[in-house]
């Protein structure tokens, strides 16, 4: 990932099509039996007008990440690694999703995926023990991640006692927290979410640093959820609560 930007390679139509769409594509790699579709004809004279070069290519595979790039793999200008403040800027008031060593970069796509539709598009990530922000995870994200404004740290602790020098309550996710995540009124400060990596959740030192830690209830047998779905529903809880607290009960 690296703090000098992200998204060098992408693929997957959508991950691609929204890159294009920003005028980062260099170069496109593409099959060309797919040319007969018009949304991928498309694709390719949108990345010819920006100056991008089209490799024809039998089999884009040999240059993907993932088993089904869906025929078009791309070279991208990176996007630049933003500061904290930038993603505490995102919205009014902040509202931030934090990843605390989510190590597959399809739960990191994913996450960004469902924060972003829910409106909250500023994120921190680490460079340490993560997942990179890969082909695999713009792919996963579907295009969401050319809207997201990512700060990526070295520490998430010292990136979560940052942002509460910020100004923004920082809440965990934490299955076994005795507080609910549903009706939180916090959410409606300036507030950080942060999840926990897959199986592990949250570290101690990030579990510590919090301002409070918060629970999804639970009707079935299941322990836990997955960090995506986890985020996505903490991110459209905020979205909720916002939109009580502009509209009235």
Do not use: Y
């Not at 520490?155 to 939180?184: F, H, K, M, Y």
């Amino acid at each position: 990932m690296g703090r000098a930007g992200f998204g060098h390679r992408v693929e997957g139509f959508h991950a691609v099509v929204a890159a294009a769409e920003q005028g980062r594509v260099q170069v496109l790699h593409v099959e060309p039996g797919r040319l007969k579709r018009p949304e991928v004809a498309s694709l390719v004279e949108r990345v010819e007008r920006s100056g991008g070069r089209v490799d024809r290519v039998t089999d884009v595979r040999r240059l993907a990440e993932t088993s089904a790039p869906q025929g078009v793999v791309a070279e991208c200008r990176p996007i630049p690694a933003a500061t904290l403040e930038d993603a505490a800027a995102t919205s009014q008031p902040a509202a931030v999703m934090v990843l605390d060593r989510l190590v597959d970069p399809h739960n990191v796509g994913a996450v960004v995926r469902s924060a972003v539709a829910a409106g909250i598009t500023g994120f921190v990530l680490s460079d340490r023990r993560a997942a990179p922000l890969s082909g695999a995870a713009f792919k996963a994200a579907a295009g969401a991640l050319e809207h997201a404004t990512v700060a990526v740290v070295g520490s998430i602790a010292e990136a979560v006692a940052s942002l509460s020098r910020l100004g923004l309550w920082t809440v965990g996710l934490d299955a076994s927290a005795d507080r609910s995540l549903w009706g939180l009124e916090l959410l409606t400060e300036p507030v950080a979410i942060v999840v926990g990596g897959e199986g592990g959740g949250l570290s101690r030192l990030v579990a510590d640093r919090v301002d409070v830690t918060v629970s999804i209830p639970m009707f079935g047998p299941t322990e836990s959820l997955n960090a995506s779905v986890a985020s996505a529903l903490a991110a459209f809880e905020v979205a909720r609560i916002r939109s009580v607290g502009r509209n009235g009960p």
